[in-house]
Structure formats: structure tokens, C-alpha cells
């Protein structure tokens, strides 16, 4: 072996077995960072020039022979790369990589970005590691852009299929992506009676999606499932106001209700709780006790930004504003006059889409049983016979017409559907609605005894 690889395997360009442990791992191979960048370098180098002579010798050897040189390291190192950054030709000089963008000068490799490095630095580790390896990625995910992460690593099996890899990682998405491994989540660790990881299998062939069942089996508090994605508001103060469970946003409101009563039909999961939570969206009272027997409840508005209209809650966050009581009380009933005149001007629209869900929901219902296409049809026009548009409609406007003659603020707030009333709440306490947003999250996050957390939650 070549001094220069002998220093990539080992750590010295002198060692051998013996000092790996000292000289490539500081005595810490649980701990200690690797900064061998230029050892992978030499090593891809070593090996390439390791067949560019023996093609020579082959050719030399055999003159009346065409002799095809085999591909190095290096050369698939640069097809993987250029599959990967195809805005970035990986160039391959006698002593030296390079790389260059379509409009630019080229640079080398010490000069590359963290995420050119360590893509270029995780491919060549690879494809240097000795045959039928098991190799241990701890964060694979580090440095580099979501957008190709999957993908790497995706090639990166793929050119070593004689190696078996091993990946420690907190990216729940990341560890979903790899469709034919089994993953464990790693739970706890203890000392006594003697050392010992508490390590459980992440189950298979669920209806849940494999990011969210590792992300039941990893989580030590009850999951909370609840509307929308990351970054939306919802996810924000769910994730403030529960504090005590791992909020995972999962998209609509009916997303919600399926992953719950997914959840219920894995027994082996129960050991962590779940509960999920919806927008009031138009479900009736006895919908939501139903819902609520299932482990899914309804917020007290149509739309979870109203959560903020709500008396208990302006009041708390006037409060946190520094209004005094009265000027806060003040503010209020001036918000509660403008909802009541958006909602009497816009009633017809508000129970249109109220109608609108209503029919949709009962829709889903309808069960087709019919054998053949005469049945069917029959079934179809005796259950759609039992749904009255009309009298969904007229039925919601008379309630929510008593709900305004009796200005009933929260069940206006319960039956209309309008994000934008977030705005006027903003307005009402001398704030741009996106700034109300960031210090809601900031006074949340900042003191979880506030008056404002204590009535959200």
C-alpha cells in the first residue's frame, strides 16, 4: 500500500493498524473529528496513478492488444459529482481537483464551500473504503443542501454495493428516505448496572408515513398532530402553548383525523399518546364530540388565527402590550364591532362556504355498495336524494344571524372563516400583522408562565 493511502486509512503516512486508533482518532473514536481532507485527496491520487501505470504497463506489454484502461476513482468520483451539481464541473488535473461554474474561474478544491467539500469528501470515502466495509456516517446530513441530500447518498450506495452503511442521524426525513433500511431509534443510554444503549426498532408496513412513526418512536413526550407544515402560525403556537408534546404538523385537517386513528390501530406505538387537533372548519357540535372520542378536538374558531380574537386571549395579549385594562377592554370591543359588521356584510358568502363543506362531508359518507353499475347508480341517487344544499344553508344563516342580533362573539368567531381578521386584531394593538405574529412567538417562547401562554393553552 502506497504511503498516501496508508495515511488515509490510518491516519500516518508511517502507520499501520496499530496506531488508527491513536493517530486517526485522537485516542477518541466516539468523539474526534476527522479533518483528513488532504488524505483523501493524496489517496484518490495514489490510486489513480496506481492505474494510470498499470495501463501503461499493459500496453506496453501488449502492443499488438488494445488495451482499455480502467476507470479510477476519480472518474467516478467526477460522474457522481456532476450528477449531483451539474452547475459545477468537477475537473481532474495531474496533482490537484478543481472545480468550475458554467460563468466563472475555476478553483480548487481547498477553496470550495463547506457543502462542495463535504460532498466531494463523503463520495471519496466511499469509494476508498476497502471491499465489503461497514461504513458509519455520523450526521450525513451535515453541510449538506436538502435538495440533493437524498440523491447522494442514493449514488453513493449505489457505486459501493458490496458495503453495508450505517447512518446516525436526527434528520427524521433524511432516515425516511432510505426505503430499504431498517432503522432503530435510539432512546436512552445508561451506566448502571453496566453500560447499555436503549435501542427500539422503528415498526414497517404502517399506514403512517416512515418519517412521522420514527418520529413517534424517538419522541419521549406524546405526539400532538395538528394542521399545516412547519412553518406555518398554527405549528408555531402549538408548538409554544404544548410545550410537553412533540408538535407534528401533517397537512390538512382530515390528514390530522387519519393519522390519529392510524396511530389508535398501532398498538405498539401507544406506549408514547397522541392527540390531534383541528380548525372548527364548520364541524358541528356532535362532530366534534365524535371527533373528540377518537382522540382529535376541535379548536373553539373556524380558523386557528382567530385563536387570537378570542376575548381571554386579546385581553392577555393587550396586557403583555402594556395596555391598561380599560384601554385594552376599549380595543376589544372596537375588534368586536368590526368582526360583527364583516360577518353581517359577508353573511351569505360565510354560510355559501359553510354549505360548500357540509355537502362535501356528507358526500364522503355515502356508501357504494352496488354490485353492478344499475345498483350502484341507485345506491348513489337514494343517499345524495337526503342531502338538502338549501336547507344546510338556510339552517346556517339563521344561526349565525341569532348569533349576531345577540352579538355572540364567539360564535361568530366559531362560524367565520376569514384569516385575514388576524390583520385587523394587529391593528387594533398598533402593530403590522407579520410583527404581531414574530412577538406572539417571541413572548411565548420568553416566558411559558405568561397570562398570554396560560390562556392559549
Not at 267 to 275: K, S, T, Y
Not at 303 to 332: C, H, I, K, Q, W
Not at 342 to 360: G, P
Not at 428 to 451: F, H, I, M, P, W
Request: with cysteine.
Amino acid at each position: 500500500m502506497r504511503s498516501r493511502q496508508i495515511g488515509f486509512f490510518y491516519g500516518d503516512d508511517h502507520g499501520d493498524f496499530n496506531h488508527k486508533y491513536g493517530r486517526r482518532y485522537q485516542n477518541k473514536p466516539e468523539t474526534a473529528l476527522l479533518s483528513d481532507f488532504d488524505h483523501v485527496l493524496a489517496a484518490l491520487y495514489a490510486e489513480n496513478n496506481d492505474v494510470s501505470i498499470k495501463y501503461r504497463h499493459d500496453a506496453i506489454s501488449k502492443p499488438n492488444e488494445c488495451v482499455t484502461p480502467a476507470p479510477a476513482k476519480v472518474d467516478r468520483l467526477k460522474e457522481i459529482w456532476e450528477k449531483l451539481l451539474p452547475h459545477r464541473e468537477l475537473i481532474v488535473l495531474g496533482g490537484n481537483l478543481k472545480t468550475k461554474p458554467p460563468a466563472g474561474d475555476e478553483y480548487s478544491a481547498s477553496d470550495m464551500s463547506d457543502g462542495e467539500r463535504v460532498t466531494l469528501y463523503l463520495i471519496a470515502q466511499a469509494l476508498l473504503a476497502k471491499p465489503d466495509t461497514l461504513l458509519i456516517f455520523d450526521e450525513p446530513e451535515l453541510h449538506i443542501n436538502r435538495s440533493i441530500l437524498a440523491k447522494l447518498w442514493d449514488e453513493i450506495e449505489s457505486a459501493r454495493p458490496d458495503c453495508c452503511f450505517l447512518y446516525i442521524t436526527h434528520d427524521v426525513e433524511f432516515a425516511s428516505s432510505r426505503h430499504a433500511a431498517t432503522k432503530y431509534a435510539l432512546r436512552a443510554f445508561r451506566r448502571v448496572p453496566h453500560d447499555a444503549w436503549d435501542i427500539e426498532r422503528v415498526p414497517e408496513r404502517s399506514e403512517l408515513p416512515d418519517d412521522i412513526v420514527a418520529t413517534i418512536v424517538g419522541s419521549r413526550r406524546p405526539v400532538l398532530f395538528v394542521e399545516g407544515d412547519g412553518g406555518s402560525l398554527d405549528s408555531a403556537l402549538y408548538r409554544r402553548v404544548y410545550d410537553d408534546f412533540t408538535v407534528v404538523p401533517v397537512g390538512s385537517c382530515e390528514q390530522v383525523i387519519h393519522t390519529v386513528s392510524a396511530f389508535a390501530a398501532r398498538p405498539e406505538l401507544h406506549r408514547v399518546g397522541c392527540a390531534g387537533l383541528v380548525d372548527a372548519d364548520g364541524r358541528t357540535d356532535a362532530e366534534a364530540t365524535h371527533l373528540a372520542s377518537k382522540g382529535v378536538y376541535r379548536l373553539p374558531v373556524s380558523e386557528v388565527e382567530n385563536v387570537l380574537l378570542l376575548p381571554g386571549v386579546f385581553l392577555a395579549l393587550a396586557e403583555s402590550l402594556s395596555f391598561t385594562p380599560d384601554e385594552a377592554r376599549s380595543r376589544l370591543a372596537a375588534l368586536k364591532d368590526i368582526v360583527f359588521e364583516q360577518a353581517s356584510r359577508q353573511i351569505n358568502e360565510i354560510c355559501l362556504r359553510y354549505t360548500k363543506r357540509r355537502v362535501d362531508a356528507q358526500m364522503k359518507k355515502i356508501g357504494l355498495s352496488g354490485s353492478d353499475i344499475a345498483a350502484l347508480d341507485a345506491d348513489f341517487r337514494q343517499a345524495s336524494a337526503t342531502i338538502d344544499p338549501a336547507a344546510i344553508f338556510a339552517g346556517a344563516k339563521d344561526a349565525l344571524t341569532t348569533a349576531l342580533d345577540n352579538q355572540e362573539f364567539e360564535k361568530v368567531l366559531l362560524a367565520y372563516d376569514n384569516k385575514v381578521l388576524l390583520s385587523e386584531v394587529a391593528k387594533q394593538l398598533g402593530y403590522q400583522q407579520r410583527a404581531l405574529e414574530e412577538l406572539v412567538g417571541r413572548t411565548l417562547r420568553s416566558d411559558k408562565d405568561s397570562t398570554l401562554h396560560v390562556v392559549l393553552r
